[in-house]
């Protein structure tokens, strides 16, 4: 298994958006078992933005599916996502 960022930035005036399928984010989030550590990216009012998660997954195809199969992603509310292969090198969940 292999580490990925998935760096999500939310469509400008999405928020209603992403709290419409938010409740389905966090039980695919919960149901796949593949979120290492996430949260969502905030703007200097503290809104959401976009999202931050390290994905577990067996290479770069499986963290696209699971990027793809994200409610989130299944509402539009993404405006652009970037997926990067990642190394812990320190910090809390360093091998």
């Given at each position: 298994?292999?580490?990925f960022i998935l760096s999500c930035r939310d469509k400008p005036g999405a928020l209603a958006v992403r709290m419409a399928a938010r409740s389905a984010?966090?039980?695919y989030v919960a149901e796949t078992g593949s979120v290492r550590l996430?949260?969502?990216y905030l703007n200097?009012?503290?809104?959401?933005i976009g999202s931050m998660l390290v994905?577990?997954?067996?290479?770069?195809a499986g963290a696209e599916a699971f990027a793809a199969a994200d409610p989130y992603a299944q509402a539009g509310l993404f405006?652009?996502?970037?997926i990067t292969p990642w190394r812990v090198t320190v910090g809390g969940?360093?091998?």
């Open positions: 298994m292999a580490l984010h966090l039980a996430g949260g969502p200097a009012t503290g809104e959401p994905v577990e997954a067996d290479d770069l405006a652009e996502v970037t969940f360093a091998g």
